[in-house]
C-alpha cells in the first residue's frame, strides 16, 4: 500500500484530508508541525508527502528544503499545500525543492491527480473500484 505523509497543523483539514486519501487506498501518517514532518519522513519514509507551507515550529518550505538537503529524504516527492494561489507561491514552493503545488481549499480530483502522477494510485483505485467519495 502507498503511504502518503500528511504534514498539515489544521486539525479539521488533517481529519478531512487524511480520510479522503485514506478511502481512496492511500496509508495515511500524520505529523502536525514541521519538525514532525521531518522527523516522520526519516523514520517512516512515505511514498510522498503532503506539506502544508504554514506550520508551526519550522514552515513548509524550512521543511521541504530540510528534507531534500539530506541523502536519505530527498528522492520523496514532495506536494506543497498552501492557501494562496499566488504564482509567487508557486515558485518559491518549487525553489524550495517541492516536486508539485496545489492550493487550499482542497479540490480532491484535482490533488489526487498530481498524487497519481508522481506515485501511482491508491489500492482502491488500482484494483478498480469506483471513484465515488
Ligand atoms: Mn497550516
Redesign the pocket.
Known sequence: MLRILLV???EM?RDMLSRRLQRRGYEVMIAVDGQLGVAMAKSQSPDLILM????PVIDGWEATRTLKAAAETRHIPVIALTAHAMSTDRDRALEAGCDDYDTKPIELSRLLGKITALIGGGSEMASGADMAP
Do not use: G
Open positions: 498539515e497543523d489544521n483539514n502544508d507551507m504554514s506550520l
